[in-house]
């Protein structure tokens, strides 16, 4: 059955990928009960409806980060997106630049940032980096970044170590004999083995190839992940890339009011609230439960995004109205691009615009900057 809300797409998701790599898109860290809370705490927000408004033009458009997008909503970044459709970075980054908003590319994409940007509109793609501990790669990375055109750099902090996923152990992406696994995961899904497995290659970590070259390969993926990231990072350390990134810096992965405050003294352009996804501290509150706090700690200061637990139009909305400015989209979007390619991840954006459209008319607003927190019950 063709999906008819944006939520609908994981089930076809599911039947179509691997075992190993839906596990990985759809797990969290530890027991997943962050996870589970990002959903919950966005369903639980309630808003007033209101009656005898003028809503008979309702506009989605929105600016931030110095940019003017159709829909206050970006792409978020997603590592090894390239595994759920044929180079599916690429496919994603069409339908987001279609649909006039920005593609995220994740420093572990497949894809490398030459092929996703190639004919891009200008300003539209960003890059997200992670603090790795290789300083001189990180440079190298960034004027890669400047060089392909991306406009914004997420940087992503709340990684010091990968969390505890154990659905990734149990799928195979992870552990011993995890190869054979994968392989027999995939001949029993030909679908996708014949579009990614065959057709999609080389299956290599697009934007490390340059440096670690065959070992960018999948079968290393987890273990890069935990040799490379630097948990020793500290906010003096992040200057040097003032030096070299001269366009908007958003810092990703804030939780805490106090980390916000300490952003916008950086100089952050941004910050994202969020929790990667429940995929790092479980436990840790719901990116809806930390976003209203983080907002009034910094006002202005800087742009606040938010994701993590987003699954509709009307999340959107809520998001919003909990002080966000834009909100990332994960997940959906990946679930979306496993299940229908590009196509998939068009309609899915067409689903989340005309469910804010609805939403913004029955709480009556009109305008984006029109919704804060006056709309919430």
Known sequence: MSAVAPGEFRAAAKRRLPRFLFDYLDGGAFAESTLARNVADLERI????????????????????????????????????GMYRRRGE?????????????FSLSTVSLCPLREVTAGAPSGRTWFQLYVIRDRGFMREL????????????????????PGSRYRDRRSGLAGRGAGMRRLLQAASHPGWAWDVGLNGRPHLLGNLAPVLGE???????????????????????????????????????????????????????????SNHGGRQLDGA???????????????????????????????????????????LLGRLWVYALAAEGERGVARMLSMIAEEMRV????????????????LLA
């Open 142 to 161: 960034l004027g890669a970044a400047k060089d392909s055109g991306a406009s914004t750099l997420l940087f992503t902090v709340d990684m010091a170590v």
């Open 359 to 374: 939403a913004m008319a029955l709480t009556g607003v009109r305008t984006v900057g029109e919704i804060d927190s006056r």
């Open 285 to 327: 509150l719901s990116s809806a439960a930390a976003l209203p706090a983080i907002a009034e700690a910094v006002g202005d200061r800087l742009t606040v995004l938010a994701d993590s637990g987003v699954r509709s139009g009307l999340d959107v909305v809520r998001m919003l109205a909990l002080g966000a400015k834009g909100v």
């Open 46 to 81: 309630a808003l007033r409806q209101r009656v005898l408004r003028d809503v008979s033009d309702v506009d989605l458009s929105a600016r931030f980060l110095g940019q003017s997008l159709a829909l206050p909503v970006a792409l978020g970044p997603v590592g090894i997106a």
């Open 215 to 273: 070992a960018s390969g999948l079968g290393d993926y987890m273990g890069w992940l935990g040799a490379n990231f630097d948990p020793s990072v500290q906010w003096r350390d992040l200057d040097w890339i003032r030096e070299i990134w001269d366009g908007p810096l958003v810092i990703k992965g804030v939780l805490d009011p106090a980390d916000a405050r300490d952003a916008a003294a950086f100089g952050a352009d941004g910050i994202v609230v």
């Open 90 to 102: 690429v496919q994603a980054a069409r339908a987001a630049h279609a649909a006039g908003i920005p």
